[in-house]
């Protein structure tokens, strides 16, 4: 393949320029213009290839660009500018401040979301973001966001879900304990509930038997979230939920 100085100086002999004197200043003109567009086209691609990996490794506007910022914000702690690869970075990467537990990304119409919730030190459940936490985490995530894409942050109290149940047992099995192990597997499942995910009245129905010894059936109906009446399944706004205070006096316990 002709290089890009041959093609010059084939080029100027096509245009007329053939005059055998001449040929050294052609040779010159040619290299140096050559050399020149040489340079320039490795420099963009080099300028290509560099853009390429940085979008691959970081991977800039997908979920897991997002959300792994959200997860690595230090709450009370400023970002710096790394000198060698000018990310914005911590000094020290303290997880102790790290009060993001859960976060979600979501693309909604070409509308950027990104939900976040942070947990209860004493009960471990989650939490919304208080406004100091929530105007830090807010001019911390401006960092990431892409020029012109900005995200919308979610944080907020997690949906309230209100059900009556019928929880069929075997009559041999002591009651008291029965319901005691009940309320436990009602915590297991909200804390294994995916944030983010739909909630499936039919998953809650199969877990409470598969995991209450004695259960025969647990029946489900009559649910609301935040006293909206839903069917089979329903989504979160707030990407996590909780239960009335008053779930368990919900369930009507029948013996066989």
């Known amino acids: 393949m002709a290089t890009t100085q041959e093609i010059i100086q084939g080029n100027l002999i096509a245009l007329g320029f053939d005059n055998p004197s001449a040929t050294a200043i052609y040779n ?36 897991g660009y997002y959300t792994s910022s959200a997860l690595a914000f230090q709450y009370g702690d400023n970002l710096i500018i790394d000198p060698v690869t000018l990310d914005n970075v911590y000094v020290t990467i303290d997880v102790s401040k790290q009060i993001i537990k859960q976060a979600a990304f ?16 004493l009960t ?60 436990a597997a009602l915590q297991a499942f909200k804390a294994a509930f995916p944030f983010n995910g739909d909630f499936y009245t039919g998953q809650l129905m199969d877990y ?10 647990f029946y489900v109906y009559n649910t609301t979230i935040d006293t909206v009446p839903f069917g089979g399944s329903v989504n979160l706004a707030a990407g996590y939920f909780n239960y009335i205070s008053t779930i368990l006096t919900n369930i009507t316990y029948t013996a066989v």
């Open 208 to 217: 409470i038997v598969n995991n209450v010894p004695g259960m025969i059936d």
């Open 28 to 63: 010159k003109i040619a290299q140096s213009v050559g050399l020149t567009v040489d340079n320039t086209v490795s420099e963009i691609n080099n300028t290509v290839n560099i853009i390429t990996d940085i979008i691959s490794t970081q991977r800039y506007g997908k979920t």
């Open 106 to 121: 979501e693309n909604i119409l070409s509308a950027l979301f990104i939900k976040v919730a942070a947990q209860d030190s």
């Open 124 to 183: 471990g459940d989650l939490i919304a973001l208080t406004t100091p936490q929530y105007n830090a985490f807010s001019a911390y995530f401006v960092n990431f966001e892409i020029p012109g894409l900005p995200v919308s942050i979610i944080s907020i109290d997690g949906n309230v879900l209100n059900f009556q149940a019928t929880a069929t047992y075997f009559a041999t099995y002591d009651l008291p304990t029965l319901q005691t192990n009940l309320s």
